[in-house]
C-alpha cells in the first residue's frame, strides 16, 4: 500500500489515482528519486574505493579495499 501525497489516505498498489481525492499516483517520481539515491551511493562508493586506491599507492597495500566495498553493498541493501 501506498500513501496519497495530497490527502494521506492509502492507495492500492494498482490504483492510478487516489480513490478519496483522485490525485494521480505519483509512480515516476518514486522510482526517480529511488534511482538517484542509488546512484549518489554507488557515487560514494566509487569515490571511496578511488580514495582508497589513491591511499594504497602511496603506503602501499593494506588489504582494505575488499572490507570497504562489502561496506558499500550493505549500505545499498536497505533502499532495494
Ligand atoms: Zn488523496
Not at 509512480?27 to 566509487?46: D, G, K, S
Not at 602501499?60 to 558499500?72: E, F, K, M
Amino acid at each position: 500500500m501506498r500513501r496519497c501525497t495530497r490527502c494521506g489516505s492509502e492507495i492500492n498498489d494498482k490504483a492510478k489515482v487516489c480513490p478519496v481525492c483522485g490525485m494521480p499516483v505519483d509512480e515516476e517520481r518514486a522510482h526517480l528519486r529511488r534511482m538517484v539515491v542509488i546512484m549518489l551511493v554507488a557515487v560514494i562508493v566509487v569515490a571511496a574505493l578511488l580514495v582508497l586506491r589513491s591511499r594504497q599507492l602511496s603506503a602501499g597495500a593494506d588489504g582494505l579495499a575488499v572490507p570497504v566495498s562489502t561496506v558499500g553493498i550493505v549500505a545499498m541493501y536497505p533502499l532495494m
